[in-house]
């Protein structure tokens, strides 16, 4: 795991997260495996994938390991906003 992926798994390891915005696709990072570490490391924060990838089986994969959500690029802000409102409630 590479040190990006590590500083963001211990920062919602440390709780120093109320929610986690997930982007799948950065340079050098899998996004996907930073959700299924958290996900088996316990953590529950609540967390959003947003992604350029609009496959159905990579929306299924994401929601199988432990997303909250799933939002497909482009997306609207204002359906993010209610969505984060809706998990921080």
């Known amino acids: 795991m590479i040190d990006i992926e590590y500083m963001a798994l211990n920062q919602l390891i440390k709780g120093e997260c109320d929610l986690c915005l997930l982007d799948l696709m950065l340079p050098g990072i899998d996004g996907l495996n930073v959700l299924q570490e958290a996900r088996q490391k316990g953590i529950k924060t609540p967390i959003i994938v ?11 994969k994401c929601y199988g ?20 409102d809706k998990l921080l409630s």
């Not at 947003?50 to 299924?60: G, K, M, P, R, V």
Request: hydrophobic share 45%; aromatic share 16%; proline share 6%.
């Open 50 to 60: 947003l992604t350029a990838l609009t496959d159905t089986y990579i929306e299924q």
């Open 65 to 84: 390991v432990g997303a909250d959500a799933f939002f497909p690029k482009p997306f609207t802000f204002s359906k993010l906003i209610k969505c984060v």
